[in-house]
């Protein structure tokens, strides 16, 4: 049997000056059976890379050479077979469980995924990666690096996550991959990545059914499900040493699918998104864009992690499922109409 290892390579592992630094006692840290955090750099040896330097550009080489941590997927396969079904499902499991870890922290990416076997001094010899990107993320992301309390998330949300995704749970599965799509795609120009994560929240809120459609019936759907007074920039996640932001989901759910709207529609958006100053990032004031894209990122990627700590899943395989769920709390069209009216009557 040939040892085979599958690894998805992590932007960093928290530390000073974060203000909870990883303690790396843990590691390795199981995920679930075979799949763990830790750290990989001993598997690289000296010569690992030797063999690209012809073929990849300096940053690149120096990206992989870099790679410190990891979630990793130990299987092992016949010595002499060129098992590709073996190997095709590792990397689907570690990048399912990398698009998981991206829900809870979502980081910039440089490596990307690397498969090989041990060599009998227990380096890894490496048989194929994915190409290095350069990928950033949202500004209040640019910091973002695995905690423990992350590690912890990972492993107790993991056995429904792939549940999740294997299963026939399509509202939700969708919506993960315009998360991932946006992450990944949406990188280079910001009306991709925005219009992505927008259609994920569509996914979770919507269906094409005249009662469950439209943005009116999706800013009350967020509001109730996440809480409208849920903030947006939890303890943590703006660095210490830079301005907090109380702004919450109440407060940003209107502003945030008024842009989404002027951007499917082919609309010129208007001067104020741009010129409207929220808050202080590391490198300056953010306008109501840049805050809008890191909103709408939280609340995409925290409304599928409470469907999967709250066991909601069967919710949200399909849309009649899903709209019978908002129906019963009161969240279709007629309905939301009726209490606006009710609330907008003078009182006697």
């Known amino acids: ?11 960093g592992l928290a530390g000073q000056p974060e ?31 030797d063999w690209l330097q012809s073929y990849v550009g300096k940053r690149s080489l120096d990206d992989l050479k870099g790679v410190r941590h ?17 190997h095709s499902d590792s990397r689907k499991l570690i990048q399912n469980i990398a698009a998981l870890l991206r829900l809870i922290r979502p980081m910039t990416q440089r490596a990307l995924l690397i498969q090989g076997e041990f060599r009998r001094d227990d380096t890894l010899d490496v048989k194929t990666f994915d190409h290095p990107i350069d990928l950033e993320v949202p500004e209040v992301q640019k910091l ?5 309390r992350d590690a912890d998330a990972l492993r107790e949300l993991a056995p429904e996550f792939l549940r999740a995704m294997a299963g026939e749970f399509w509202k939700f599965r969708i919506a993960v991959q315009f998360h991932d799509a946006g992450h990944f795609h949406g990188a280079l120009f910001w009306k991709a990545r925005y219009m992505l994560w927008c259609s994920g929240l569509e996914s979770i809120y919507t269906s094409q059914d005249r009662e469950h459609s439209g943005s009116n019936v999706a800013r009350e759907r967020i509001k109730w499900f996440l809480g409208a007074n849920t903030p947006l920039y939890p303890l943590g996640d703006i660095p210490s040493f830079c301005p907090q932001s109380d702004l919450t989901v109440g407060q940003i759910v209107k502003e945030l699918y008024d842009l989404r709207n002027y951007v499917a529609h082919g609309d010129k958006t208007p001067d104020e998104f741009f010129q409207k100053k929220v808050r202080r990032g590391l490198n300056g004031d953010l306008n109501l864009v840049q805050v809008c894209l890191e909103c709408v990122s939280f609340i995409l990627r925290h409304s599928l992690l409470k469907i999967l700590q709250e066991r909601l899943l069967e919710n949200f395989a399909n ?11 009161g969240l279709t069209n007629t309905l939301i ?3 606006e009216m009710r609330q907008a009557r003078p009182h006697p």
């Open 19 to 49: 203000d909870e630094p990883f303690n790396e006692a843990v590691l390795p840290f199981e995920v679930i059976p075979n799949v763990t955090l830790e750290l990989v750099s001993p598997l690289f040896s000296d010569e690992t890379w």
């Open 144 to 148: 973002f690096c695995v905690s423990n």
């Open 337 to 339: 109409r009726q209490r």
């Open 319 to 329: 849309s009649p499922v899903a709209e019978k769920y908002f129906e019963n709390a």
């Open 70 to 86: 990891a979630i990793v997927h130990r299987y092992e396969t016949e010595q002499e077979a060129v098992n590709l079904g073996a």
């Open 1 to 11: 049997m040939a040892r085979r290892i599958s690894i998805y390579p992590l932007y």
